[in-house]
């Protein structure tokens, strides 16, 4: 059995105050139910974990009865960080889980084949991320006003989501982190601290993620295109 973690608990406070980017509606939709019907959609998914604020059960079922979301899906609660939301949506999986692919909600325009292309590398390989290569140049700054040094962008990628893994592994990677009191940015970081290889998925779409309020027509556009063209 694949499984699907939609991690929907985070505050996206760089969106500005009082706005709750998951529920802004872009070609008709809110962003939240773009992402829910793409991975509601996959057919290599067999099942739904949406992690969600405290007190937002309620709006979450709401969306599901409307947006006719009928794929199963369980609804739980979020934890004070990242890892801690996604650790709560691991424990709600199918004992019958095998492979779990991680996603923000945020990310509405990743497609069925690099979601398809993540499972199959972490069956694999065991751990898997979408990502790009970075095409800009980059600088290191250690006090955010002075270039510091050029990095070699030829060796650099921008990891995105989905984050995919076998079961075992991604909670084992966890469990380290928490036991060790540590924070990391995503699940791959946890892999990497315990040994376990993460291989590389190219996403050669587009899968921007909504974070401020300049992404909104780039993300909106295409999402608007995509419903166009099926």
């Known amino acids: 059995m694949v499984s ?13 105050p009082n706005v709750d980017k998951l529920f802004l509606e872009l070609a008709g939709k809110p962003v939240v139910v773009h992402t829910w019907q793409r991975f509601a959609a ?3 998914i067999d099942e739904l974990v949406l992690v969600v604020r405290d007190g937002m059960k ?17 609804l739980v609660i979020g ?7 996604v650790w709560n949506g691991l424990q709600a999986l199918s004992p019958d889980a095998e492979i779990v692919a991680i996603q923000d909600a945020a990310r509405p325009c990743t497609s069925e084949a ?26 290191e700054s250690a006090d955010g006003k002075r270039v510091a040094r050029t990095l070699d962008r030829s060796r650099l990628w921008a990891v995105q ?5 076998r079961v075992e592994i991604i909670r084992h990677a966890l469990a380290e982190v928490r036991t060790r009191g540590l924070r990391v940015t995503d699940d791959t970081a946890a892999c990497e601290l315990i040994g376990q290889p993460v291989q590389l998925v190219s996403s050669v779409e587009p899968n921007p993620k909504v ?13 608007a295109r995509r419903q166009i063209g099926g």
Do not use: H, W, Y
């Open 79 to 85: 934890g004070k960080e990242r890892q801690d939301s």
């Open 161 to 165: 989501t989905p984050q995919t893994f």
């Open 4 to 16: 699907a973690i939609i991690v929907a608990a985070g505050k996206g406070t760089r969106m500005g």
């Open 42 to 44: 996959a057919r290599c």
């Open 114 to 139: 690099v979601i398809d292309a993540t499972i199959a590398a972490a069956r694999e390989n065991g751990a898997a991320v979408a990502a790009q290569p970075v095409t800009d140049t980059i600088k």
């Open 211 to 223: 974070t401020r309020p300049e992404d909104l027509p780039l993300i909106e556009a295409m999402l």
């Open 58 to 74: 309620p709006a979450f079922e709401d969306l599901a009865q409307q947006f006719q979301l009928r794929k199963p899906f369980r």
